[in-house]
């Protein structure tokens, strides 16, 4: 079975946010206050998620990546995991994570089948970590990218968002990374994600952080693989690791988006940056299978050829990525 949406693409990837909660406050994704925290009961149950996964996969979603807020301080999470990775026909099973819980956790997340860990660093430079994260700790988050590999999984992909003025300055000593310690680095723009209506001013684009990569380093572009999403890949020579750059503002991948989100309150969306969004709470209490496939199929269909965040008259919106999971 496959999930092609009205404009020709096929969609065979969910990203499945299990939380909104996190035990970071990174500037860029959440506000510094006025966090209204999602009661409970709002929250879909693991035995929800999974039914909402298990859907998607029958339909044609080949990988799943769970994220949230953070993925890894739900209670649970690991046994939900393994749940995940045994559904027939899912593939690719990965999380996205800020890091701070893995030392404890590596081996857990490994033997409950999840297959690759990205981890989010912005910074190398303690002190600017703590700013972006508002009190994250970087030697816990190196230490975690330790022991996830000790526990037996790759290198984690390396997720750093750029900000003009906060980290920027360190793009080739987070590049490096790929050589250091064969990390995929992937540079990420800057998306206007919190409240905040200067939020251009931290946008650089991905041709600028090339150029800043090619200061130090050569880099040849890579070929596209299947399943990688948006990522512009390149590799330094010799490096075990690649450059993924993601233009999510300045550039157009949209065409070749083959994504759909789920936020843990059931909120399923075509586009990170629309406001349309299917509520799947109708169709999963009571349960109502044939429904729940129905709206997803109908998500899919609907799913807009792009989005709008480049293009003049964008208003912007208020919403929190850790609510949709990035
Ligand atoms: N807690 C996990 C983590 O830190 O990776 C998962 C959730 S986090 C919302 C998922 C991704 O969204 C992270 O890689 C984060 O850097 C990215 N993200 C959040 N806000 C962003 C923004 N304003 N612009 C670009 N990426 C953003």
């Given at each position: 079975?496959?999930?092609?949406?009205?404009?020709?693409?096929?969609?065979?990837y969910?990203?499945?946010?299990?939380?909104?909660r996190?035990?970071?406050?990174?500037?860029?994704?959440m506000?510094?206050?006025?966090i209204?925290?999602?009661?409970?009961?709002?929250?879909l149950?693991y035995?929800?998620?999974?039914l909402v996964?298990q859907?998607?996969v029958?339909?044609?979603?080949?990988?799943?990546?769970?994220?949230?807020?953070?993925?890894?301080?739900?209670a649970?999470?690991?046994?939900?995991?393994?749940?995940?990775?045994?559904?027939?026909?899912?593939?690719?099973?990965v999380?996205?994570?800020?890091?701070?819980?893995?030392?404890?956790m590596?081996?857990?997340?490994?033997?409950?089948?999840?297959?690759?860990?990205?981890?989010?660093?912005?910074s190398?430079?303690?002190?600017?970590?703590?700013e972006?994260?508002?009190?994250?700790?970087?030697?816990?988050?190196l230490?975690?990218?330790?022991?996830?590999e000790?526990a037996?999984?790759?290198?984690p992909k390396?997720?750093?968002v750029?900000?003009?003025?906060?980290?920027?300055?360190?793009?080739?000593?987070?590049?490096?990374?790929?050589?250091?310690?064969?990390?995929?680095?992937?540079?990420?723009?800057?998306?206007?994600?919190?409240?905040?209506?200067?939020?251009?001013?931290y946008?650089?684009?991905?041709?600028?952080?090339?150029e800043?990569?090619r200061a130090?380093?050569?880099?040849?572009?890579?070929?596209?693989?299947?399943?990688?999403?948006?990522s512009?890949?390149?590799?330094?020579?010799?490096?075990?690791?690649n450059?993924?750059?993601?233009?999510?503002?300045?550039?157009?991948?949209?065409?070749?988006?083959?994504?759909?989100?789920?936020?843990?309150?059931?909120?399923?969306?075509?586009?990170?940056?629309?406001?349309?969004?299917?509520?799947?709470?109708?169709?999963l209490?009571?349960?109502?299978?044939?429904?729940?496939?129905?709206?997803?199929?109908?998500?899919?269909?609907?799913?807009?050829?792009?989005?709008?965040?480049?293009?003049?008259?964008?208003?912007?919106?208020?919403?929190?990525?850790?609510?949709?999971?990035?």
């Amino acid at each position: 079975m496959r999930l092609i949406d009205s404009h020709g693409r096929t969609i065979n990837y969910l990203r499945l946010a299990v939380t909104d909660r996190c035990n970071m406050r990174c500037f860029y994704c959440m506000p510094k206050e006025g966090i209204v925290k999602t009661v409970h009961k709002a929250i879909l149950s693991y035995e929800e998620l999974l039914l909402v996964a298990q859907t998607a996969v029958e339909l044609g979603i080949e990988k799943i990546r769970v994220t949230g807020g953070e993925p890894l301080v739900r209670a649970g999470i690991v046994g939900f995991l393994e749940r995940l990775s045994e559904i027939p026909g899912l593939r690719h099973l990965v999380l996205t994570t800020n890091g701070m819980l893995l030392t404890e956790m590596a081996s857990d997340l490994y033997r409950a089948g999840v297959q690759r860990l990205n981890v989010s660093l912005d910074s190398l430079e303690p002190e600017t970590f703590a700013e972006i994260t508002r009190g994250g700790d970087l030697k816990r988050v190196l230490a975690g990218l330790d022991a996830a590999e000790k526990a037996g999984f790759p290198p984690p992909k390396i997720n750093v968002v750029v900000m003009r003025g906060v980290n920027d300055d360190e793009i080739p000593a987070l590049a490096e990374l790929s050589m250091t310690r064969g990390n995929t680095v992937r540079f990420i723009e800057y998306m206007p994600a919190v409240r905040d209506h200067r939020w251009q001013r931290y946008c650089l684009p991905g041709s600028e952080i090339l150029e800043r990569i090619r200061a130090h380093h050569t880099l040849e572009p890579l070929d596209r693989v299947a399943l990688a999403g948006p990522s512009r890949d390149y590799r330094i020579p010799g490096a075990r690791g690649n450059i993924g750059i993601i233009t999510a503002v300045s550039g157009h991948f949209c065409s070749d988006c083959n994504r759909i989100r789920v936020t843990s309150t059931g909120k399923a969306m075509g586009c990170l940056f629309s406001d349309e969004r299917t509520d799947l709470i109708p169709s999963l209490r009571p349960l109502d299978r044939v429904r729940l496939a129905r709206d997803l199929k109908e998500l899919v269909s609907g799913k807009p050829e792009r989005h709008g965040i480049s293009q003049e008259g964008y208003s912007h919106q208020n919403f929190t990525m850790s609510h949709i999971g990035g």
